[in-house]
């Protein structure tokens, strides 16, 4: 790679090229909807040192970095609510090291979380951005703490070895990062759609955003740069078919806004792509979810079996629920039950994604003294039921499981046999939560373009980028994420001269 001058020409030169390629009138013409990127307007309708677009977590958390140095920020959302994916989320944010880890005796630390963040994401994720998400999570844990978030409980999750989720309300989180922007003067443009960056034709850096507000287009100036922060495409059908046209048809519980704009801003500006192929579903959701709180359990980390229809197993449960997910939509009907007893479901009590009193309560999980009567119940073979549970509680004893299962979850814990009364079946099936991949950024969280140059003035923070969580997903990794890029961005655009 060459200097920074070599790639501003590179860039330059990309920037004509493409335009030659397509007639440069037609991709710089500006208003124009069907072109790919505006060019600069004769005046901007307002004017800020960092536009950002999308006020979820990332876009948040970077408005009161950039804004708490005294930089001026204008934060578009599309939506008239701030909060997207991250304010219903489940709250989970990986972190190592902690006080609150510590309290509990839990032996953490940056190696380990490193290591496990490679493991669970099949070392196809990008070391830079696995070692910058690790380098700067505990700083973000505890200035997410100074600021008033309340860590309320530790949980261990798919991809972990030791216990590393820490427990937060979003909506509590996201008000606090919100308030702190609004102190701060950020300027929040509610209601207003990016639809495409504005790039100087003469640098190929990007200068702005073009935006749709009440039926009008206005044009937002950035000084020193855009950085997008609108999450991900799991309501864009065309795009989920493109990259991976099974989850063209999975179900999906996402923020409203989730529709890919901003990863098609900045593919249009030759944004590299990355981890695409490795979108996946999260089992462990009601047939009719609703919300990640209410209809949501993840039994089978506590020792819960999964089976198909057919009631057999199908899968190594303690692997990442993604990966689950993959199994669990190739069975009939696309889901599987989870079958536990209660000394499962007690243990499930003390954990936030344990508890199933609201669907039990709903009347979405059934419960028999018997596993024939159970089996009877949820319309499965009881012979089948009673001999998957049976060859499952003589691998316990022996050690040896039939698809390899050692652990509850990732390297932790011992799975028991299934054989306390009464005995309970959850049917589940996976949910899109969101599309892990996206764009590539480099560990300073600038967009990295396909011949692998940084493009200048713009950035990516959050569900919009690919990357950090390579084939599959550590939980808490996505939230956390959104926050620590979202600084990491931030401070990227305020080192700029
Ligand atoms: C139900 C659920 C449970 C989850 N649980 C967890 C968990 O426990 N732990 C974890 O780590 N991750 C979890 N995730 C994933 C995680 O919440 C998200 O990946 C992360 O919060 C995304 O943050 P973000 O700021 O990048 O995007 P978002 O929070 O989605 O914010 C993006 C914002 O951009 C706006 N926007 C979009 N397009 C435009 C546009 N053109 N112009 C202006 N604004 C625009 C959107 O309206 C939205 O407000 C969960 C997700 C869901 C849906």
Redesign the pocket.
Known sequence: MGDQKDRKLTRRDFVKVTALGVGATTLFAGLDPRLAMAKLPKKWDQEADVVI???????LAAAVQVSSQKKSVIL????PT?????????????FAGTDMQASENVKDSNELFYKDLMKVGENQNVPSLVKAYVDNQLETYEWLKKAGVKFLKLGIYSGMSVPRSHQVVPADLLKILNDAAKAHGVKFMME????RLVVDEKTGKVRGVQ?ARGGKTVFYGAKKGVIL????FSLNKDLLAKFVPPMAFSKA???????G??LKMAWATGADIKDMPYIKATFGFDLEAQ??KDDFALLFYQGAIIVNKDGKRFVNESISYKLVGDAALVQKDAMGFQIYDAAIRKAGESDPFGRTASLEGKGRIQSAATLKELAQKIGVSADALEATVREYNAGVDKGIDAFGRKTLVAAYGKPGKIEQAPYYAFPSTAYI??T?GGILINEKAQVVDIFGQTIPGLYA????TGGVHGAAYM????????LIF?RLAAKTVLAQK
């Open positions: 677009v999308g006020a979820g977590g990332a876009g578009l959302e599309k939506m701030y909060g997207g994916s991250s304010l219903i989320c489940g709250g989970a944010l990986a207003t759609a990016a639809s935006a922060t609108s999450g991900g519980m996402v923020g409203r806004g989730c529709n704009d901003g919300t990640i939560l969101g892990y923070a959050g569900e919009i939980t808490g990794t996505a939230f956390g994420k959104a979202g």
